[in-house]
């Protein structure tokens, strides 16, 4: 079971807010979901994996995203190991089918696994 990281008084972090230098960050490397809209008007924008840092920092500068800040662009993330990584993110995004598709796309067999939701 994946532990989604959220931030501080257990809500879901602000993409553009979000500490950069908060540990659960800066040494974390797995799967991520960037979405706006709240429960059920939720519409997921990314799914991805890499080093959460890395990733972060490269989303907040990316025009497209930013289009999205006036509506609330949350991110969530879960430590996944290497081996396990490209299986579970490609699960995430045939299970949540993002409107917009990272580089590379991962190709594996997908692992189920826990959305940050079902918790």
Not at 49 to 73: C, P, R, W
Not at 93 to 114: C, F, Q, Y
């Amino acid at each position: 079971m994946l532990q989604w990281y959220k931030c501080k008084g257990d809500i879901w972090c602000d993409l553009f807010k979000v500490d950069l230098d908060h540990p659960s960050i800066r040494n974390t490397n797995g799967v991520y979901i960037i979405w706006y809209g709240k429960d059920d008007n939720r519409k997921i924008l990314r799914v991805g994996m890499g080093n959460i840092y890395a990733e972060i920092t490269k989303l907040q500068k990316d025009l497209t995203f930013k289009a999205f800040s006036a509506h609330g662009v949350y991110v969530t993330w879960a430590d996944v190991p290497i081996l396990k990584r490209a299986a579970v993110a490609t699960y995430l995004i045939n299970t949540l089918n993002p409107a917009i598709l990272g580089d590379p796309i991962p190709r594996a067999i997908p692992v189920k696994e826990n959305l940050p939701w079902d918790e």
